[in-house]
DNA sequence: ACTTACCGTAAGCCTTAGCTTACGATTTGT
DNA sequence: ACAAATCGTAAGCTAAGGCTTACGGTAAGT
């Protein structure tokens, strides 16, 4: 269930502003550090976090390390809340039934 | 940004063992305790923290309150997961392109 | 009217987790 | 070989949040 390791990572509004910053692509962690708010080994552990939920992808490019967002670990995400969006409208739809047969207007 | 509400309130596992169980339709708040390994307070609590992050609704019936799972909010967060995916999945194409071009043999 | 059932809230405890500073390892440049 | 840069990790502090017990409030049943 790798979908919770994601959900609990994403949790942390830090991490989120992290992932934002590499929306455009991959970066090295100064990169990331640099304008945030917290310092560099705060982010590094972050980015720990969010490679262990497998959102992130480590590429060792020389001295540095390239941080890229994982459309994997993403979608991983994506597919548990699409399996709560039906059964939530599966379970609306039956509601909203059971409502008009029994209760029209007794 | 709603959705930020939702991925937080996701993020604890008594919460998301509650929407589990609302999965199959509405309950009050005893039959959504019943069972569990938390006292029925902190299942209030839990259900407090999900109403305020729009993921469920509370429909007072009698002398029960029936918490069903909301859509809506649901939606919120696959929005926001779907633009991360988008976004991801963007950069990922234009870091291999780019690796194409300038290091095929080089 | 009185009792029972269902539920939310307040107070308090305690664990979890994020942050900082300090340090070590590896790589690049001179 | 030496110096500088990049990054991960350990130790420690502190704030946040989840849990329990106790209590109050409203609705239903007798």
Chains 1, 2 share one sequence.
Do not use: C
Not at 42 to 57: F, K, M, N, P, Y
Not at 62 to 88: F, T
Request: charged share 25%; glycine share 10%; net charge negative.
């Amino acid at each position: 269930m790798s979908y919770v390791d994601a959900i609990e990572a994403l949790a942390d509004p830090t991490r989120r502003q992290i992932i934002d910053r590499l929306r455009g692509g991959g970066l090295p962690v100064g990169a990331i550090a640099e304008g945030m708010a917290v310092s560099r080994p705060a982010v590094s552990q972050h980015l720990r976090v969010l490679s262990d939920a497998g959102l992130l992808t480590v590429t060792p490019l020389g001295n540095k390390r390239l941080y890229a967002i994982a459309p994997d670990g993403v979608d991983d995400l994506r597919a548990y809340l699409d399996g709560l969006w039906d059964d939530a409208l599966a379970a609306f739809a039956r509601a909203a039934d059971a409502q008009a047969k029994g209760k029209t207007h007794d």
